[in-house]
């Protein structure tokens, strides 16, 4: 069964890559692929509910009721809805820790890829932090509009988060946040708080037998940028960064 489901896993990654390329050849084929910025990213982590996970439906309306089919002869169809078990997804995100809805490394750090205009090579990997917020910031600069501050169209809004990447995109030396910079957010109540080096969070381990151990609020402290496995917690060794955090 497992194996079925892993077939129709590779079918679906094969399928997105081939419906990316009709989207890149459409551009190319009107003319507009020099004067367009591709970015192709992921959602955060990998799949790892294996516990059988439905879409939320709405019991008081019978018209909204998910017919959900997964039996092996339907697997992959429209009405199934698969998952990979946990083990699969500690393979997806391998060396990183552990997968969706954790902010450990393998919860929170996902692959991207840019095709710049006019682009007509590879460029060097970059390894420099950045987030998903750093998108919005990065397509106003390539487009030359100004960020709309706290007003747009007479309506307050927030300010945009973030930092646009052209520089770092462009080839330009230095970090996109600085290591002054606090970076927290929280997934499913588990939170995360980064700074330069540092990264404090608080998941310890998701195969503990009980919710209170599960949600152990216990801060964990790691040098990012010489353990990105998250192997070794450092908080006891430097209560004053985990303090400050």
Do not use: C
């Not at 973030?162 to 957010?185: N, R, T």
């Amino acid at each position: 069964i497992k194996d079925h489901r892993m077939r129709v896993y590779a079918a679906m990654v094969r399928a997105l890559d081939r419906n990316v390329g009709k989207v890149t050849a459409e551009l190319k084929a009107q003319g507009l692929e020099d004067n367009t910025l591709v970015i192709f990213t992921s959602d955060n982590g990998s799949d790892g509910m294996g516990y059988g996970f439905i879409p939320y439906t709405d019991l008081s309306n019978p018209a909204s009721v998910l017919t959900i089919d997964n039996s092996l002869a339907n697997y992959g169809k429209p009405s199934s809805f698969l998952f990979r078990s946990t083990r699969w997804a500690e393979v997806g995100t391998a060396p990183f820790r552990l997968f969706k809805s954790f902010t450990a490394e393998g919860g929170i750090s996902v692959p991207a890829i840019v095709r710049l205009p006019h682009q007509s090579s590879g460029q060097p990997q970059a390894t420099q932090f950045s987030t998903l917020r750093d998108v919005v910031p990065t397509i106003l600069a390539y487009a030359g509009v100004a960020a709309p501050g706290t007003q747009y169209q007479g309506k307050t809004i927030a300010p945009l988060e973030g930092a646009s990447l052209k520089p770092l995109l462009q080839g330009q030396a230095g970090a996109v946040h600085g290591p002054d910079e606090v970076i927290a957010d929280e997934v499913n109540d588990i939170r995360v708080v980064r700074k330069g080096q540092w990264k404090m969070t608080q998941i310890r381990n998701y195969m503990l037998p009980s919710a209170a151990e599960f949600l152990n609020h216990n801060w964990q402290l790691y040098n990012i940028d010489i353990d990105r496995g998250e192997n070794v917690d450092v908080a006891a060794q430097n209560p004053d960064v985990v303090a400050a955090l």
